[in-house]
């Protein structure tokens, strides 16, 4: 009867990933059966942890995420949690080996969040580091399955796929984490009255660059993640492109948004590059 725990569990963190994130639903969605239900565990754990930080304002944040944590890793340790989402996670966790250092790290920056509203380069990096890139290291592991040559290869494109993502999603969102949250996740600047192009693009040149060593790794992935993570490549790519063309007055005006329609062209066109046209790396 256990089986039926398990299952339920995943169907859990299956429904918060797709109540939080379309374009990563899409992705996933374009895995071979046998990575779903992982990844979907993680982005479940990962979405659990940030809305205690970023929603939960009518209630003690640092007590939440404190006991989050612990119960976290007493999930791992005791192989079971009454919570579904935690559940699905240690199973994930204990069977890809996902080491406990990488999670650790993804908690100290969800607690930079509860104190801290701009941060200097050396901060901003480590907690790009825990919020993104181990995220990326953690769906890696699933990926490769014990595969331990493979998943060093990736490793360094795994990250910076991590944090291309999490840096258009501050590109993105500096209107609401402003307003809503306080926040400025641009390196080095204090205050709104930093904000600027000049600081807009230069965040942009990193993550143009982050973008095109993530696509080396990519093409490298198992064929039965490749579609899907290409395809959350291309989407997060073109948003990308979508905010360059903007300046921040703009972006502090309204949210960038990519149609549901263009979604699933995005993920026609990566069918088409990975399947058909079997796009190498140039």
């Known amino acids: 009867m256990i089986q039926l725990y398990h299952d339920t569990s995943f169907s859990m ?21 046998e990575y779903r239900d992982p990844i979907y565990a993680i982005y479940g754990f990962v979405r659990l942890a940030d809305e205690i930080v970023d929603s939960f304002h009518d209630y003690n944040k640092a007590e939440l995420i404190k006991q989050f944590r612990i119960d976290t890793f007493n999930a791992i340790k005791e192989g079971i949690s009454t919570n579904p989402v935690l559940h699905a996670f240690q199973l994930v966790v204990n069977k890809y080996k996902i080491d406990n250092v990488l999670i650790d790290a993804f908690f100290k920056s969800m607690e930079m969040d509860l104190d801290k509203s701009s941060y200097h380069r050396e901060i901003y990096d480590t907690y790009i580091y825990g919020s993104a890139e181990v995220v990326g290291l953690m769906c890696l592991k699933v990926f490769v399955n014990g595969d331990e040559l493979k998943y060093r290869e990736l490793l360094y494109p795994a990250k910076m796929l991590g944090s291309a993502f999490q840096k258009v999603n501050f590109l993105r969102d500096i209107k609401s984490d402003i307003d809503e949250r306080g926040r400025i996740y641009l390196p080095d600047v204090h205050g709104s009255e930093g904000i600027d192009d000049t600081n807009k693009k230069r965040l942009e040149n990193e993550v143009k660059e982050e973008f095109h060593q993530a696509l080396i790794g990519i093409l490298k992935l198992p064929m039965g993640v490749k579609l899907g993570v290409y395809s959350a490549y291309l989407y997060y790519y073109v948003l990308f492109k979508k905010i360059q063309r903007l300046g921040v007055e703009e972006l502090l005006k309204r949210r960038v948004r990519i149609s549901n329609f263009t979604k699933l062209f995005l993920l026609v066109k990566s069918f088409w590059e990975i399947k058909v046209v079997k796009i190498r790396f140039e």
């Open 13 to 33: 963190s299956k429904k918060m990933t797709k109540a939080y994130s379309t374009s990563f639903s899409l992705g996933i969605k374009a895995f071979t059966k």
